[in-house]
């Protein structure tokens, strides 16, 4: 669908993607964000590789398209340099939570203000559907011929140990839902995680599984141990917040307080004096275009 927030390259994710509706979940929060006072100039978008990586393709946002399972530390370095951004990361489940598990561990620890969406497939859609870290014991495919031997990964208790101070799960399907859950993440002063139910429909077609399956929480939990008894429920996939504590400040104020460094830095040639000095020669000016 054309708009002001979609680009003109042209899409190529499989008809009936779950993408589809997180891009368009992602586009409602952005307006809703321009609405409450968060204009798009001051939102940044990374990405990693996958076919959650063309959303950086897709969307008309400020930021850098990242290597797989880097997304995170590129979104980090952002906020680092500029904190009076708010900082985005599409990622994919194989790309986060396989080789870019360590960055979203650390970055929930040390409360990085940033956005995780995870688009959570199940499998390596891009190149062809072999199981991820989130994909199901006894699942098919390219790399599990005889079925995956192994148990999926829960990421919503390891995140709440990890420390992340913002946990939700939304679901594609719901696209309202969804896009509120995205705005809520955005506004949290800290690092937000958004695990996103996301079917493939080439290589795990969940729909009808997560259509029966999906239950939005109501009331949402109320404390931690609330928090992960949810998280840990085997008999629905709920949907929601289930942990959310604004009581720790954000890495960037933790580690530089309230500087700027794109806004609070020397001018140049403070900069190159600064250079020859530390070289230790006589002529700054050498320095000079």
């Given at each position: 669908?054309?708009?002001?927030?979609?680009?003109?390259?042209?899409?190529?994710?499989?008809?009936?993607?779950?993408?589809?509706?997180?891009?368009?979940?992602?586009?409602?929060?952005?307006?809703?964000?321009?609405?409450?006072?968060?204009?798009?100039?001051?939102?940044?978008?990374?990405?990693?590789?996958?076919?959650?990586?063309?959303?950086?393709?897709?969307?008309?946002?400020?930021?850098?398209?990242?290597?797989?399972?880097?997304?995170?530390?590129?979104?980090?370095?952002?906020?680092?340099?500029?904190?009076?951004?708010?900082?985005?990361?599409?990622?994919?489940?194989?790309?986060?939570?396989?080789?870019?598990?360590?960055?979203?561990?650390?970055?929930?620890?040390?409360?990085?203000?940033?956005?995780?969406?995870?688009?959570?497939?199940?499998v390596y859609g891009l190149t062809t559907g072999q199981v991820a870290p989130t994909g199901a014991r006894g699942a098919r495919g390219p790399s599990t011929p005889q079925g995956n031997p192994e148990e999926p990964l829960n990421m919503l208790p390891l995140m709440l140990e990890a420390g992340a101070t913002f946990v939700a799960r939304g679901y594609s399907g719901n696209i309202d839902h969804l896009s509120d859950l995205i705005v809520r993440a955005v506004g949290h002063p800290g690092f937000a995680f958004v695990d996103i139910?996301?079917?493939?429909?080439?290589?795990?077609?969940?729909?009808?599984?997560?259509?029966?399956?999906?239950?939005?929480?109501?009331?949402?939990?109320?404390?931690?141990?609330?928090?992960?008894?949810?998280?840990?429920?085997?008999?629905r996939m709920l949907l929601g917040v289930f942990f959310q504590d604004m009581s720790r400040p954000a890495h960037h104020v933790a580690l530089q307080g309230q500087r700027n460094p794109s806004q609070d830095r020397p001018d140049r040639k403070t900069r190159l004096d600064r250079v020859a000095g530390l070289l230790g020669t006589p002529h700054p000016g050498r320095f000079a275009p």
């Open positions: 669908m054309a708009d002001d927030l979609t680009s003109y390259r042209e899409n190529t994710w499989c008809p009936g993607c779950g993408n589809f509706a997180i891009f368009n979940a992602l586009k409602k929060a952005v307006r809703k964000l321009g609405d409450s006072g968060t204009p798009r100039r001051m939102l940044a978008h990374t990405a990693g590789i996958g076919c959650h990586g063309k959303m950086f393709d897709y969307l008309m946002l400020g930021g850098f398209c990242s290597l797989h399972g880097r997304a995170l530390a590129t979104a980090q370095g952002i906020k680092l340099a500029n904190p009076q951004l708010k900082v985005i990361s599409s990622v994919g489940d194989g790309d986060c939570y396989g080789e870019g598990i360590e960055h979203l561990i650390f970055a929930a620890k040390r409360n990085a203000d940033i956005t995780v969406l995870v688009h959570d497939n199940g139910l996301q079917p493939c429909v080439s290589f795990n077609n969940t729909y009808e599984k997560y259509n029966k399956a999906t239950e939005v929480m109501s009331p949402e939990p109320a404390s931690f141990d609330d928090a992960m008894k949810a998280a840990r429920r085997t008999d």
